[in-house]
């Protein structure tokens, strides 16, 4: 059903002055007049009302328009919402609308694509009903009637309020016996198992069956409803994920193996060991600009390693923790900066501390207490910027779009060096009259 020339000017008005509330009138009506408004209003506007809608329910409304429609719309709409839209597409639309989209766009994509292995994620079904906390009974019923006959699953209707954030689930029986004129907030069970994405499939199969659950609904770390796992394929996971560990022992796959190749061992480490040998040339180029001083003060030797060693380690720390929040997506977009300021924070509190310790040290064992404080200023910036490294260079590293796994640690060894390094020395010779 198309929307009329004579009412569309009042439409977009609505929309415009109220698009949260414009998008649940569109969940409200019937599909088909929904799918009426959606082809008649501009790319713009109707980029306006799709951050209001349910994934599910923006997918259906935009599955049907032009590829340059689409590109607009997506252009106007939260990256990581329009990825999110993109995964609930029939596959015929997301190879039509593929060509059109951006390489943003197509990152959050691929991001939303990877799942760790054996992972619930992996597995999941994107087809489920879902339905907005203030929606009344009425209209809930009929929406779940309508989405049976499309053959989706209807055994449970999950409650979501924002960007499909879990709220709970809506039992059958309940949903029929309440008035119709009362909100489905209101026969919604709040207390509801649910999955996160990541879970390893053996542990969500041992969790099903031990509450006798034929399904659940999977989230992310924000508790943003991604899909729904339901028992058989469970089972089928499991499986599979036995056949992949049979395979993995006797060395099947892609990457290197215990008796790879030596050429294809070569291909693989080779070129990272040139760039490690080049940024070990770097920290020895540092070394060299102060071989006066050393020289002059032998013992400053000793304890290189010592600062150089204990910043990588602080950085390494950081590194895990924040290559751990980037794989597991605990880390949102408008966060980063306070995520790396927080770490070089903490990589000054553990400065402070064992560099206290270091100077301790150097100073009963070599009775300088300058030495010592030398050592202890070097260890505070050098773990000062670990933390700091450590955080930011992973997510420099993904939005460059290289692959942190591969190339973090090695940038991370030559900073810790570095800074190091050059700390420490420069603090040897800004206090030099009391070393000698």
């Not at 999977?218 to 028992?231: P, Q, T, Y």
């Not at 395979?247 to 050429?263: K, L, N, T, Y």
């Not at 180029?285 to 002059?296: G, H, Q, Y």
């Not at 980063?336 to 560099?355: D, P, Q």
């Amino acid at each position: 059903m198309s929307l009329s020339t004579a009412l569309l000017p009042l439409v977009q008005r609505y929309i415009e002055e109220d698009p949260s509330a414009a998008a649940r009138k569109l969940e409200a009506i019937a599909e088909e007049e929904a799918l009426g408004v959606a082809m008649a209003l501009p790319p713009l506007l109707l980029a306006r009302v799709i951050p209001h809608l349910q994934v599910g329910y923006a997918a259906t409304l935009l599955k049907d328009t032009q590829p340059e429609v689409f590109k607009e719309v997506v252009k106007n709409v939260d990256t990581k919402r329009a990825a999110t839209i993109f995964m609930r597409l029939p596959k015929d639309a997301q190879e039509r609308f593929l060509p059109s989209v951006g390489r943003k766009l197509k990152t959050h994509i691929r991001e939303l694509l990877t799942y760790p292995q054996n992972s619930v994620g992996q597995i999941m079904t994107t087809e489920w009903v879902s339905v907005r906390k203030d929606l009344k009974v009425r209209d809930t019923i009929s929406k779940i009637r309508a989405l049976a006959q499309k053959r989706i699953p209807a055994s449970y209707a999950y409650v979501v309020e924002g960007e499909d954030h879990l709220v709970g689930v809506i039992n059958m029986r309940d949903l029929l016996i309440a008035s119709p004129d009362e909100s489905v907030e209101a026969v919604t069970r709040k207390e509801v198992f649910k999955v996160h994405c990541f879970t390893d499939v053996s542990e969500a199969a041992a969790e099903l069956s031990k509450r006798r659950y034929f399904a659940a609904p999977v989230v992310d770390s924000e508790d943003r409803m991604l899909g729904v796992i339901r028992a058989e394929q469970l089972i089928q996971g499991v499986q599979q994920g036995v056949a992949e560990d049979i395979q993995r022992m006797v060395g099947a796959g892609g990457d290197e193996r215990a008796f790879s190749p030596i050429g294809f061992s070569l291909r693989k480490r080779l070129p990272w060991l040139h760039v490690n040998l080049a940024t070990a040339f770097l920290a020895a180029a540092v070394v060299s600009l102060f071989e006066d001083i050393i020289a002059k003060i032998t013992v400053l030797a000793v304890f290189l390693p010592v600062v150089a060693g204990q910043g990588g380690n602080a950085g390494a720390q950081s590194l895990a923790i924040v290559m751990r929040g980037l794989v597991m997506r605990e880390i949102p977009h408008d966060k980063t900066m306070r995520l790396i300021f927080k770490e070089g924070g903490l990589g000054v509190i553990n400065g402070l501390i064992t560099g206290f310790v270091t100077a301790m040290v150097a100073w009963l064992w070599q009775g300088n207490p300058v030495l010592g404080v030398v050592i202890g200023l070097g260890m505070v910036v050098n773990m000062f910027f670990a933390g700091l490294s450590g955080a930011a260079i992973p997510i420099i590293m993904k939005a460059v779009g290289l692959d942190p796994a591969q190339c973090s640690s090695i940038i991370l060894t030559t900073v810790t060096d570095v800074v190091g390094f050059l700390a420490f020395l420069s603090f040897a010779v800004l206090f030099q009259s009391y070393l000698i």
